[in-house]
């Protein structure tokens, strides 16, 4: 059993899957761009145009509302046509959305861009960690999951640069620079996406075992690893596992048409598995924006003003610590997230967030009832921002997205990640559109309080809800969760035969 660990853990990174993996995040650069320039572009949008809080509110939250229905579209598009074809429109949807909001003469067709991009981003959020997770290994799989996430995380960063390099021009030029920009990548990604392999998994599930066999080879290190990975992919999709052809047809489930059966057997009449599952996709999506991340990135600039930072240009530069930050422990997580493992991330990020909410809301409250400007108060505000971005980006952030594209059975997993995003998108969209009326309504302190209550049920929910899924392969994860099944025992079992063997 010792050997068969040690074994496991010395298999190297396989360059061939990690290079299609970089790709396939590339997508995730270009929304990460997006929501870092709007927290910028908001200021300038709001001067020329001369809306009302209410209409930034839905400006910034649109987005999101839009990609809900995206990423519930994306899963079984992606089942239909397949992932990489899934990122090539997801890439075009986004060009055509970001030209729309770089020309916006007015505020309708600004959001009508938002609107579209909104869609593609639904798309690129569902469908770049499931392509990550399904060309991975189980000891690369949380490393090349995460890198969506880094994408975002850079994309961010080169947003608020954007904002301080593009703030310089007229004002009519500026901020349609940085929303217009974002359409060059999303071209050459789409053209460079038609380079990158089909996932093997997927092609299992279309029959077409013989494409899938030339890909495991390429994104294996040997041919022992890729012959038991296809094998125990042909397994899971209902194939006999021994058999040579490079087509075959793959058998349905009883009183299955079409994909109603899917959605059926995910949400109408889950088993007891798939059912728990579920909860675990959708709840540590649901907690990564209720715990208030999005009020800290998105309106960023509001919350230092508040804590006593007014010219316009040390915002800016605010925020571009921000991203830094969040781009430095992102990277960190996702170097550690195997040999950690995503449950032990996900306790102690969410502990750091529980503290650092708790502090910030403290000391926004302070601000906000003192008459004179209070030194202390505004720098500690800073630490606790920051912290909370550390916090949240070396765990809950980038376990989220790899913990439910790896957890759902082969067959429900594009669909069963949709609906995972699509409630991240949901909560995203609330957060976004509701923060200034919420701030208005109990005080902006009052607001953190509240995320911090929230972030205490979340730290309950993944203690009480989430196994660790750190060093299996994806094939395991019925097992896993699988009440009262004694899967480290099982799993251990299996290692110990094969090392005697």
Not at 140 to 147: E, M, P, Y
Not at 232 to 256: C, F, H, L
Request: with cysteine.
């Amino acid at each position: 059993m010792a050997i068969a660990g040690e074994i496991s853990s010395e298999r190297k990174l396989n360059k061939y899957a990690c290079r299609c993996a970089v790709v396939g995040s590339m997508i995730s650069i270009i929304f990460g761009y997006d929501t870092g320039v709007m927290s910028g572009a908001m200021i300038f949008i709001k001067e020329e145009f001369s809306v009302k809080e209410g209409q930034i509110e839905v400006l910034a939250g649109i987005l999101n509302l839009c990609a809900l229905v995206g990423s519930l579209c994306a899963g079984r598009t992606s089942d239909y046509i397949g992932r990489r074809y899934t990122i090539v429109m997801a890439s075009i949807i986004f060009m055509l959305g970001s030209i729309l909001m770089g020309y916006a003469p007015n505020y309708g067709v600004l959001l009508a861009g938002r609107c579209t991009a909104g869609v593609g981003v639904g798309f690129a959020l569902m469908i770049a960690p499931v392509y990550a997770a399904e060309i991975s290994s189980a000891n690369t799989r949380g490393f090349l999951s995460s890198l969506p996430e880094i994408g975002i995380s850079c994309g961010i960063l080169l947003g608020y640069i954007s904002n301080n390099i593009f703030a310089r021009l007229r004002l009519e030029l500026g901020w349609r620079l940085m929303l217009g920009i974002a359409a060059i990548p999303s071209l050459f990604l789409a053209i460079g996406i038609l380079k990158m392999p089909e996932s093997p998994r997927w092609l299992v599930m279309q029959g077409r075992l013989g494409e899938a066999k030339k890909i495991m080879y390429k994104v294996c290190d040997d041919a022992e690893e890729a012959e038991q990975r296809l094998r125990d992919i042909k397994r899971a999709a209902g194939i006999d596992e021994n058999t040579t052809d490079d087509v075959v047809k793959i058998p349905k489930p009883k009183n299955v048409a079409g994909g109603g059966g899917v959605w059926r057997d995910l949400l109408l009449r889950p088993t007891p598995t798939v059912r728990r599952m579920l909860i675990a996709g959708v709840g540590v999506h649901f907690f990564e924006h209720a715990t208030g991340t999005e009020a800290v990135i998105l309106y960023g600039p509001r919350i230092f003003r508040k804590a006593g930072v007014t010219a316009k240009r040390k915002l800016l530069l605010a925020t571009v610590g921000v991203g830094l930050t969040k781009l430095t422990f992102i990277t960190i997580s996702t170097f550690i997230i195997d040999k950690v493992g995503r449950r032990t991330l996900l306790l102690f990020s969410i502990g750091g967030m529980i503290v650092t909410l708790a502090g910030l809301g403290t000391c926004l409250t302070v601000v906000e009832h003192s008459e004179k400007k209070l030194l202390w108060a505004l720098v500690l505000s800073l630490i606790f921002v920051y912290s909370f971005i550390m916090f949240f980006n070396v765990g809950l952030c980038p376990v989220c997205w790899v913990y439910s594209s790896e957890i759902f059975p082969m067959r429900l997993r594009a669909a069963g990640a949709s609906v995972a995003v699509a409630v991240n998108r949901l909560m995203n969209a609330t957060v976004s559109m509701s923060f200034l009326s919420l701030s208005s309504a109990i005080t902006i302190g009052g607001a953190f309080y509240l995320f911090a209550g929230v972030a205490v049920v979340a730290w309950f929910f993944v203690f009480f809800c989430l196994p660790e899924t750190k060093g299996r392969s994806l094939e395991e994860m019925e097992e896993l969760f699988s009440k009262g099944g004694d899967t480290t025992s099982k799993n251990q079992t299996k290692q110990l035969e094969l090392v005697t063997s």
